[in-house]
C-alpha cells in the first residue's frame, strides 16, 4: 500500500555500505531521508549519489540523516561505491542499503509495476524527528533528482514545524513568509514581531521568523 504524508515511516533492518542498520533506531532523534535508485552501475543514479555525498554537510547542517536503497546486493553496492568515488570526485559517505529480496522496497512501495516490474523508481521520504513521513516525491528512472529542491523543502518543512506560518512558491531560506491563515491579525502581529504585511485578508506575510 501507498505511503502518504502523515504515515509512520515503515521501521526495517538492512545491511548496507555503513554496515547492519535498524531504520528507526539507526535516525534516532534527527531527520531523514530515505531515497531509491532503480540499479546500481547505471549512468544517472551514479551522479546523484555522487551529488548526494557532495550535500552531506547540507544534510548535517539541517539534522538529516540520508540513506540510498536499490534491490542490488551488498556486494554490488560496495563495487559500485568504487565508480562513484571515481567518476564523481567523492567518495560515497552516507549508507546505501541492499535491498535484494524486494522487503523495503515492497514496505515503501518503491516499485511501480507499470513502470518497471523489478527495479524500484525514484523515490524520496522525508522523515521527521517522530518518524512521520512528511514528503514523499517519485521521479521516473530516466530523470535525475534536484537534490537542492531537496535541501529547500527540508528547510520549509523544519521553519513551518516550529512556526505558525506556510512558504510560498519558489521560497528560499531567508526569504518572507505567509502566515497561516487560522491566526487572527491581533494573534499574527503579536506572533510576529517583525511586522505582518496585509496583502488580502488571507494573504499575508511576515519575515522569516527563524533569522
Ligand atoms: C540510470 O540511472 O541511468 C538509469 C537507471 C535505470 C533506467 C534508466 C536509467
Not at 502518504?4 to 515503515?10: C, T, V
Not at 524520496?124 to 529547500?152: C, H, M, Q, W
Amino acid at each position: 500500500m501507498a505511503i502518504r504524508l502523515g504515515d509512520i515511516a515503515p521501521d526495517f533492518t538492512a545491511q548496507s555500505t555503513a554496515g547492519e542498520i535498524r531504520f528507526h533506531e539507526w535516525l534516532g532523534s534527527s531527520w531523514g531521508v530515505l531515497f531509491s535508485h532503480p540499479k546500481d552501475f547505471t549512468p544517472v543514479c551514479t551522479t546523484e549519489l555522487g551529488r548526494v555525498a557532495k550535500l552531506k554537510p547540507e544534510f548535517d547542517k539541517r539534522n538529516v540523516k540520508v540513506a540510498g536503497l536499490s534491490v542490488d546486493s551488498l556486494e554490488d553496492h560496495n563495487k559500485w561505491a568504487c565508480d562513484i568515488e571515481e567518476t564523481q570526485g567523492t567518495a560515497l559517505n552516507f549508507p546505501l542499503l541492499a535491498d535484494p529480496d524486494r522487503k523495503i522496497a515492497l514496505a515503501y512501495d518503491m516499485i511501480h509495476p507499470n513502470a518497471d516490474a523489478t527495479l524500484t523508481v525514484r523515490s524520496v521520504f522525508v522523515i521527521g524527528p517522530e518518524k512521520k513521513v512528511k514528503l514523499t516525491l517519485t521521479y521516473p528512472a530516466s530523470t535525475g533528482r534536484n537534490f537542492d529542491e531537496l535541501l529547500r523543502v527540508i528547510d520549509s518543512l523544519q521553519l513551518t514545524a516550529d512556526h505558525l506560518v506556510a512558504t510560498p512558491a519558489d521560497w528560499q531560506d531567508g526569504q518572507d513568509v505567509i502566515v497561516v491563515p487560522s491566526l487572527s491579525n491581533e494573534e499574527a502581529t503579536a506572533k510576529f514581531p517583525k511586522g505582518v504585511t496585509v496583502i488580502k485578508p488571507y494573504l499575508r506575510t511576515t519575515p522569516q521568523p527563524n533569522r
